[in-house]
């Protein structure tokens, strides 16, 4: 018994945020000074929604991935961690998890998420509770190649690179060296990580590096430059 009124409400203020309450109600009255019971009511299930999420932070992240935490709360069923959608400018769930912890993947590199956590509790229904607090998670963007090596090939007038790249969907800017203007020009594009520079005729020395690039949000965005390898090219060799 919780309490004893003459009103047809009550509110129940002590309650624990995700709990799940039961109620039922009788009626009395006194007859000849003794307390007469009526059956109890119908019984009602409330659940008390979740409290707010707090603690939500970005505790790792890479080139298509973050991974974030926050604090675990008692008594709820598990978290759903929403990632914004610029398109449809809306919070979207992205994942649905029973620990304090998720890693977001498929994401696109260089580039800024918002995201938010609520916790729910699931007993017969579903009951949430409100977002979090809205944090930023920004993935890197494209990693510089390694592992740049070049191989002639003067009977085919050819130079094959091949370099280390990103696991990624990245694609890759290949750049020669003009030693006359000290500039560094853009040759090729590719998705691989490895391109052929074709019709070389003259014997000289060539200079080439790689960067790697990616496209999201209406951006692209590049790493820095490889370091850069040279090859003699003699077409008597």
Known sequence: ALKTTGELSYTDT???????YYYTVRAYRYINSKAVFSEGSNIVKVIVPPAKVTGVKVVAYNESSVSLTWTKQQGVTGYMVYVYNTSARKYQLRSTVTGNNCIL???QSGTAYKVAVKAY????????????TVITATTKGPVVPTKLKATSYPSKGEIKLDW??????????????DS?????????????????VTGIKDTSTYTFAVCSYTVGNGKTYFSDKSHYVTVSFKSTD
């Open 180 to 196: 006359t203007k000290g500039t560094w020009s853009e040759i090729a594009r590719t998705k691989s990580t490895n391109y052929t």
């Open 121 to 132: 509790v699931k007993n017969g229904y579903t009951v949430t509770g409100d977002l979090s």
């Open 14 to 20: 002590d309650v624990t945020a995700g709990g799940v």
């Open 105 to 107: 993947t498929g994401l």
């Open 164 to 177: 280390q790249g990103s696991y990624t969907k990245t694609g890759y800017i290949v750049y020669q060296y």
